[in-house]
């Protein structure tokens, strides 16, 4: 269990995107944001080790869009790799 003192607390003031600097603030309404989390343990190169970043409307479906690419991409060479039968025929 995580216990925060007053002190511990982030600074409410610091809601901008940490991609693209964009005021995550909107009006009166509670900011929006997607965050990209990490908190890495004995297991990991960088053991001890914490990361938290907001991510704007915009950057975080930029970043999903990369992800799902990247899958896209990654599926079709294996498939490459497996399937030799969908080689293209060299002539
Ligand atoms: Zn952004």
């Given at each position: 269990m995580n216990i925060e003192t007053e002190e511990q607390r982030e600074p409410v003031?610091?809601?901008?995107?940490?991609?693209?600097?964009?005021?995550?603030?909107?009006?009166?309404l509670p900011p929006e944001f997607g965050v990209l989390r990490a908190n890495w343990g004995?297991?990991?190169?960088?053991?001890g080790e914490s990361y938290e970043l907001r991510l704007c409307e915009t950057c975080f479906f930029r970043i999903l869009a990369d992800v799902k690419r990247e899958r896209l991409v990654r599926s079709m060479f294996d498939d490459y790799e497996e399937d030799h039968s969908e080689l293209p025929h060299v002539f």
């Open positions: 003031h610091d809601l901008n995107c940490d991609f693209c600097d964009k005021d995550l603030r909107s009006g009166e004995p297991g990991s190169s960088h053991d």
